[in-house]
């Protein structure tokens, strides 16, 4: 019988078997790296279409996305410019019209405030017999016409209303 001390066999299949876990750790670090490189890479886009909708959301239409990348992400990004333009748009239209029913406002209120001081100082003055009796018929005359005035300015805003009602 022979025996042989085979230790060294041993010693040199542990040492080869921890070089390939190093070298199987290693490079599935390496890879794990370039995969999370790539995903990040492939997000991207993503998250600026998520930061635009996102500004969006919060009213900021003026926000546009690059158009880059594959057609797929392009035609994600010229939707989305699209739809904020368009919103952008319409939001600038309403503020118009907005402001321009303000003044309009403003200006009927100005105009139904001349009648209606006059109407009320002559009535004051009748009602606090402060008015001479002759001078009565011809307040009372101020005052009926300062109110078909304020009755053809508020059948002015009826015909105005409906007007604008039937537009929309």
Not at 37 to 62: E, H, N, Q, W
Not at 118 to 144: C, N, Q
Request: proline share 3%; with cysteine; net charge neutral.
């Amino acid at each position: 019988r022979t025996v042989y001390d085979v230790t060294n066999v041993y010693d040199e299949h542990d040492a080869n078997l921890n070089n390939a876990r190093m070298w199987g750790l290693c490079c599935g670090g390496g890879i794990s790296v370039l995969l999370l490189i790539s995903v990040l890479g492939f997000l991207r886009p993503l998250k600026r279409a998520v930061k635009t909708i996102g500004a969006a959301a919060a009213g900021d239409y003026t926000v546009r996305m690059p158009e880059k990348g594959s057609s797929e992400l392009k035609t994600l990004a010229h939707s989305i410019n699209e739809m904020t333009a368009s919103i952008n748009e319409r939001e600038e239209k309403l503020r118009g019209i907005a402001e321009s029913r303000k003044r309009f406002a403003d200006a009927m209120a100005h105009e139904m405030k001349t009648p209606l001081t006059s109407i009320s100082g002559y009535a004051e003055l009748i009602e606090t017999g402060m008015a001479k009796p002759a001078d009565v018929p011809t307040f009372a005359a101020r005052i009926h016409k300062e109110a078909q005035r304020m009755i053809a300015l508020v059948s002015d805003i009826l015909q105005l209303s409906e007007l604008d009602s039937t537009q929309a």
